[in-house]
């Protein structure tokens, strides 16, 4: 006689047994969805363009009022020269800066041509800021300089 054990089919579950295991399937999906969600940086959303004019139009109001206010000390002889266009070059400045995002106080005149920056501020810079700061004699007249000042301020893009 051989002794060849009996062959038993696999044993057959209850079908509980596999809805159990779905449901468990779906809420292991469910909680890791979950902890991904929760967990992400928040999603920027875009500004509405209405928004982000009126910021460039408050941005450029700014620096008008300071280049007007440049402007007054220097025509009330509270400023100097020199001192009113070394005042117009850092608002100028400061306005391309915080506009564009380019530190433009710190860049040379070579520098800003080098990143093609706008003619006006070139310009300015130039004709108006760089004479009256860097060379020997007079410096420019303020109030010219204040124009160029205006236009970069008002004429960027």
């Not at 929760?38 to 280049?67: F, G, K, Q």
């Not at 860049?107 to 093609?116: K, P, V, Y």
Request: glycine letters at 4%; a negative charge.
């Amino acid at each position: 006689m051989s002794e060849v054990p009996e062959l038993y089919p696999p044993v057959q579950y209850e079908w509980w047994w596999l809805a159990l295991a779905v449901a468990i399937l779906v809420v292991l999906a469910a909680g890791a969805w979950l902890v991904w969600a929760l967990t992400r940086p928040p999603r920027e959303r875009p500004e509405p363009v209405a928004s982000l004019d009126a910021r460039l139009d408050a941005l450029r109001r700014e620096h008008l009022d300071l280049i007007d206010s440049v402007e007054a000390r220097y025509a009330a002889r509270r400023l100097r020269p020199r001192e009113a266009n070394a005042e117009l070059s850092r608002i100028t400045r400061a306005f391309v800066n915080e506009y564009t995002g380019v530190e433009t106080p710190v860049l040379s005149l070579a520098e800003l041509q080098a990143r093609g920056l706008s003619p006006e501020l070139i310009d300015a810079v130039r004709r108006h800021f760089y004479p009256s700061l860097y060379v020997e004699g007079p410096p420019i007249d303020p109030v010219a300089s204040a124009e160029a000042a205006r236009r970069v301020v008002t004429g960027w893009h």
